[in-house]
């Protein structure tokens, strides 16, 4: 049994060291096409597709991996530059702050536990396409979203974008706890039907846990307060409810939770 546990470790930390070779020729070409994106030597059509595709790429890769760190900033990296529709020279400056940071941690860079959620929040916050952020007081106030719908993340994501509030986005329930233990986000938004899970499972959970009990949890569901469907839920989770109640049921579970 030893001699297989060793077997594994070792496969596991040859592909760890694999994927972290990636990453820094990955980041250094990175590095080369932001200054030619400053220079104009590149269109910025084309590093954008780029941009796109290597971030995807990273974040997929790393996902399998115990990198709890570069699986963090490689997901805020492909989400930032996922919603981008053009670049400016103030993206390039924010896409270089993740680029850095990527190389700092392929290169070794050691981030405490209890520093992670300063680290994340270091980052920059992605953009709306639609939102003249311009106009918008940003907040260090982060949300994370468990929403499996892409459409309805989005709309969730341009109501609290509006009101100046970072988000994140994760799909699933098991991808949530880890995110929410190592970011500490000052709210959690899930959905109620997340597969496996549902949002009940998962307030139950963050909620028997001391690393975050703490955390204001809310459900975003068709479901009213009194439906079985909601049997279990933890007595401090809020309710936002879709459709014509939703805008003030988020309103007021901010300000509920003193989220401001």
């Known amino acids: 049994m030893s001699t297989l546990n060793g077997a594994d470790n070792e496969n596991e930390l040859r592909v760890i060291n694999e994927f972290l070779d990636e990453l820094r020729d990955t980041a250094s070409q990175l590095q080369v096409l932001l200054g030619n994106l400053r220079s104009r030597s590149v269109p910025l059509s084309e590093g954008l597709a780029t941009l796109k595709r290597e971030a995807s790429n990273l974040r997929s890769h790393a996902h399998g991996l115990n ?3 570069i699986k963090l900033v490689t997901h805020r990296l492909d989400e930032y530059v996922g919603e981008l529709k053009d670049l400016t020279g103030s993206e390039i400056d924010e896409i270089q702050v993740f680029i850095d940071r990527i190389e700092k941690l392929a290169d070794g860079e050691a981030v405490e536990e209890t520093d992670a959620p300063a680290v994340v929040r270091a980052l920059p916050a992605k953009r709306s396409a639609d939102i003249d952020f311009g106009k918008i007081e940003k907040k260090n106030v982060e949300i994370l979203l468990v929403l499996p719908e892409k459409a309805m993340a989005r709309i969730v994501e ?16 098991f991808a949530a706890i880890e995110t929410v233990v190592r970011t500490r986000p000052d709210m959690v938004l899930a959905a109620m039907e997340l ?8 307030g139950c959970a963050l909620a028997a846990m001391p690393a975050t009990e703490r955390i204001p949890y809310a459900v975003l569901t068709s479901y009213e307060w009194g439906s079985p469907k909601l ?18 049921d988020l309103a007021e579970t901010l300000a509920r939770f003193d989220i401001t």
């Open 231 to 248: 049997k279990g839920l933890p007595p401090r989770a809020a309710l936002v409810r879709k459709g014509a109640q939703f805008s003030d």
């Open 158 to 173: 341009r109501e609290l974008a509006n009101c100046g509030y970072r988000t994140s986005v994760v799909r699933d329930a």
């Open 195 to 202: 597969g496996l899970l549902t949002g009940t499972d998962l």
């Open 67 to 69: 990198l709890p760190m």
